[in-house]
């Protein structure tokens, strides 16, 4: 039966002698008599916590027993030593075969269904962790009714790969427990960082709520769980990260409690209609791989080209905080190519295709035999007398735009850095900027050379500051810093939710107008003060703080918190020893402006 299997997945010349080497556990021979009566009562379980590779350690501990003590460059030495020996040279390599086949046999075959998820479009290749492997065995083997208790790596809850898992025990198993370790001293074997966690289930029905607390670092929780873990609705555990469906490391009751308020928002990347929508971050302009279009110094320049450290919260240069550095580099305009990262990144753009599948898309390109290529040229050469040209691509920097700090940590002073940059900069890759055109093409667009009436704008004036705003709200911040390590995930981001403010909307002109006096600064932004009708820019300290404590109140109202839920997030911030602007003063202002819009409401 097994070789059937090994068959299936494509392995026709593997042999029975091949299996009996790796001595299978078989599962209803191995327990004859519990399967005679129907299987399993319960599982208690602690899976090996591996991966099936070839491990140098396991198998040259058979010819060198303190293998597996040696630094790394000694292991090089003692391996070469042993290899120059035919017959461990030839083990090996037939080891090596062996894990590749039994690997395969995982990846490729259809015993085990849960291990290759698919998350944002894309299948992500298994890893044949044995944990992942094992918790999906025990499903196979349970039937309705049998409790199972199990001692699992972290990345099981959290991470992408568990994805199939995890929806898997909420569809078909009542969780009952969860509780999520940091190992701190409780296993000596592994990392002091390691993340672990207990789960408890019984197999049948679904999980409309679980028991968890996360993030524990000694075994006391154990012994009263029922009284410090946090009741986790089946809503919070999806809407938290539709798309990877990671679990949420709750701490706290209070915690679900908001997190289930914060996560009820749409998405970043939803779609709603007449709403602006966000559905892809981009970085346009790599240093390593472009550096010839730079230059140090703005002599001869037009324009700078900005990194992370150029830009902070509604602050797209240092004129209000000397500490942020100013542009590295800049670079020329047009009309000459081979200096010009703007020219760079149009002709990247041209190379992506937006515009050329957009046309393809809109007239009935699919519904052909034609590629992309030849059937957007044939359709623009019969309208316009050429086909598709760099010319036609409009660059994102020909209007103001939102752009984020890749750099990002949790326990930064804030996690989320955002800002609406200028026209024309052209940004490296440690800055993500939303891309501020929908392209929708018309057929009496067609005639058009160059061709820029396809690109429609995604964001209104105050649509964009409003995002802006949100964006850089402490309520905002209280989500994206249970989800970011050391860099913006664009998957994370966009799955993200908030409150897609727009006219009409309560709080929207309250936020758009306060972020857009923060950010409308300087001879780059005089065009948009116009456009908003002529708005004065916050220039004094006092008066910078005070709007973006307001914003930071009324974000909570558009997130539906309560006082109760504010105070928390307030509480749980995480402080850092030299604040630039998140001092316990301005937390305090906060919360005094989300008390007086209780009373005055969105007023402008």
Same mark, same amino acid.
């Given at each position: 039966?097994?070789? $059937?299997?090994?068959?299936?997945?494509?392995?026709?010349?593997?042999?029975?002698?091949?299996?009996?080497?790796?001595? #299978?556990?078989?599962?209803?021979?191995?327990?004859?008599?519990?399967?005679?009566?129907?299987?399993?009562?319960?599982?208690?379980?602690?899976?090996?916590?591996?991966?099936?590779?070839?491990?140098?350690?396991?198998?040259?501990? +058979?010819?060198?027993?303190?293998? %597996?003590?040696? #630094?790394?460059?000694?292991?090089?030495?003692?391996?070469?030593?042993?290899?120059?020996?035919?017959?461990?040279?030839?083990?090996?390599?037939?080891?090596?075969?062996?894990?590749?086949? %039994?690997?395969?046999?995982?990846?490729?075959?259809?015993?085990?269904?849960?291990?290759?998820?698919?998350?944002?479009?894309?299948?992500m290749p298994t890893k044949n962790e044995l944990s992942a492997l094992f918790l999906e065995r025990v499903f196979k083997l349970s039937r309705d009714g049998v409790k199972v208790s199990l001692l699992l790596p972290g990345t099981i809850f959290g991470g992408v790969m568990g994805k199939d898992l995890r929806m898997h025990l909420l569809d078909h198993t009542d969780v009952e427990n969860l509780i999520g370790f940091e190992n701190k001293g409780i296993f000596? !074997?592994?990392?002091? !960082?390691?993340?672990?966690?207990?789960?408890?289930?019984?197999? $049948?029905?679904?999980?409309?709520?679980?028991? $968890?607390?996360?993030?524990?670092?000694?075994?006391?929780?154990?012994?009263?769980?029922?009284?410090?873990?946090?009741?986790?609705?089946?809503?919070?555990?999806?809407?938290?990260?539709?798309?990877? +469906?990671i679990f949420p490391s709750i701490t706290s009751q209070v915690e679900a409690d908001v997190l289930s308020k914060v996560v009820n928002q749409p998405s970043l990347d939803e779609e709603i209609e007449d709403a602006w929508s966000v559905n892809m971050l981009t970085k346009e302009f790599v240093e390593s791989t472009d550096k010839d279009r730079l230059q140090t110094s703005p002599q001869g320049a037009d324009y700078p080209v900005y990194g992370g450290r150029n830009i902070h919260q509604f602050e797209h240069d240092n004129t209000h905080t000397e500490s942020l550095d100013g542009p590295k580099y800049w670079s020329c305009g047009?009309?000459?190519?081979?200096?010009?990262?703007?020219?760079?990144? %149009?002709?990247?753009?041209?190379? %992506?295709?937006?515009?050329? +599948?957009?046309?393809?898309?809109?007239?009935?390109? #699919?519904?052909?035999?034609?590629? !992309?290529?030849?059937?957007?040229?044939?359709l623009l050469e019969e309208h316009r007398g050429h086909g598709l040209e760099e010319e036609d691509v409009l660059l994102d920097c020909t209007e103001y735009r939102i752009g984020i700090r890749d750099v990002s940590r949790s326990r930064d002073e804030r996690t989320i850095i955002a800002t609406v940059l200028p026209k024309e900069v052209i940004c490296l890759h440690t800055i993500n900027t939303f891309k501020p055109f929908a392209i929708e093409p018309e057929e009496e667009h067609l005639s058009e050379s160059p061709l820029r009436s396809p690109y429609v704008r995604r964001f209104t004036d105050h649509e964009l500051f409003a995002a802006t705003g949100i964006l850089n709200s402490i309520a905002f911040d209280f989500l994206m810093r249970t989800k970011v390590e050391t860099h913006i995930v664009k998957r994370e981001l966009l799955e993200s939710q908030m409150p897609r403010l727009t006219e009409g909307d309560d709080w929207f002109l309250y936020i758009a107008e306060r972020a857009a006096r923060l950010n409308c600064y300087g001879e780059e932004f005089a065009e948009m003060r116009e456009r908003l009708g002529g708005i004065e820019p916050a220039i004094d300290q006092h008066k910078r703080r005070e709007l973006q404590a307001e914003i930071d109140a009324a974000a909570f109202y558009a997130y539906g918190l309560e006082r109760r839920d504010v105070e928390f997030v307030l509480d749980d911030f995480h402080r850092v020893s030299n604040p630039r602007i998140m001092t316990e003063k301005y937390f305090d202002m906060v919360l005094e402006k989300y008390d007086v819009l209780k009373e005055g409401g969105p007023k402008p």
């Amino acid at each position: 039966m097994l070789r $059937g299997e090994f068959q299936d997945a494509g392995f026709d010349d593997i042999t029975v002698d091949e299996l009996r080497d790796w001595s #299978p556990f078989h599962w209803p021979l191995e327990f004859a008599d519990v399967f005679e009566e129907g299987g399993f009562d319960v599982f208690i379980g602690n899976p090996p916590w591996d991966m099936l590779y070839a491990n140098r350690d396991d198998f040259f501990i +058979r010819y060198d027993e303190q293998f %597996r003590n040696y #630094p790394s460059e000694e292991k090089d030495e003692v391996m070469e030593d042993l290899l120059s020996i035919p017959d461990i040279a030839q083990e090996w390599e037939a080891y090596q075969d062996s894990m590749d086949t %039994r690997a395969d046999f995982f990846t490729k075959g259809d015993t085990y269904k849960l291990q290759s998820p698919v998350v944002g479009g894309r299948t992500m290749p298994t890893k044949n962790e044995l944990s992942a492997l094992f918790l999906e065995r025990v499903f196979k083997l349970s039937r309705d009714g049998v409790k199972v208790s199990l001692l699992l790596p972290g990345t099981i809850f959290g991470g992408v790969m568990g994805k199939d898992l995890r929806m898997h025990l909420l569809d078909h198993t009542d969780v009952e427990n969860l509780i999520g370790f940091e190992n701190k001293g409780i296993f000596e !074997q592994i990392h002091r !960082q390691y993340r672990f966690a207990i789960l408890t289930f019984e197999y $049948g029905g679904t999980t409309t709520h679980l028991r $968890g607390i996360f993030n524990q670092r000694n075994m006391d929780v154990l012994y009263d769980i029922e009284d410090v873990a946090a009741e986790i609705p089946r809503e919070v555990l999806l809407n938290y990260s539709p798309e990877g +469906r990671i679990f949420p490391s709750i701490t706290s009751q209070v915690e679900a409690d908001v997190l289930s308020k914060v996560v009820n928002q749409p998405s970043l990347d939803e779609e709603i209609e007449d709403a602006w929508s966000v559905n892809m971050l981009t970085k346009e302009f790599v240093e390593s791989t472009d550096k010839d279009r730079l230059q140090t110094s703005p002599q001869g320049a037009d324009y700078p080209v900005y990194g992370g450290r150029n830009i902070h919260q509604f602050e797209h240069d240092n004129t209000h905080t000397e500490s942020l550095d100013g542009p590295k580099y800049w670079s020329c305009g047009m009309y000459d190519p081979p200096n010009s990262a703007q020219y760079r990144v %149009r002709e990247k753009n041209f190379n %992506r295709g937006h515009l050329k +599948r957009s046309i393809y898309d809109a007239f009935g390109g #699919p519904e052909t035999s034609q590629s !992309q290529v030849q059937f957007v040229d044939d359709l623009l050469e019969e309208h316009r007398g050429h086909g598709l040209e760099e010319e036609d691509v409009l660059l994102d920097c020909t209007e103001y735009r939102i752009g984020i700090r890749d750099v990002s940590r949790s326990r930064d002073e804030r996690t989320i850095i955002a800002t609406v940059l200028p026209k024309e900069v052209i940004c490296l890759h440690t800055i993500n900027t939303f891309k501020p055109f929908a392209i929708e093409p018309e057929e009496e667009h067609l005639s058009e050379s160059p061709l820029r009436s396809p690109y429609v704008r995604r964001f209104t004036d105050h649509e964009l500051f409003a995002a802006t705003g949100i964006l850089n709200s402490i309520a905002f911040d209280f989500l994206m810093r249970t989800k970011v390590e050391t860099h913006i995930v664009k998957r994370e981001l966009l799955e993200s939710q908030m409150p897609r403010l727009t006219e009409g909307d309560d709080w929207f002109l309250y936020i758009a107008e306060r972020a857009a006096r923060l950010n409308c600064y300087g001879e780059e932004f005089a065009e948009m003060r116009e456009r908003l009708g002529g708005i004065e820019p916050a220039i004094d300290q006092h008066k910078r703080r005070e709007l973006q404590a307001e914003i930071d109140a009324a974000a909570f109202y558009a997130y539906g918190l309560e006082r109760r839920d504010v105070e928390f997030v307030l509480d749980d911030f995480h402080r850092v020893s030299n604040p630039r602007i998140m001092t316990e003063k301005y937390f305090d202002m906060v919360l005094e402006k989300y008390d007086v819009l209780k009373e005055g409401g969105p007023k402008p």
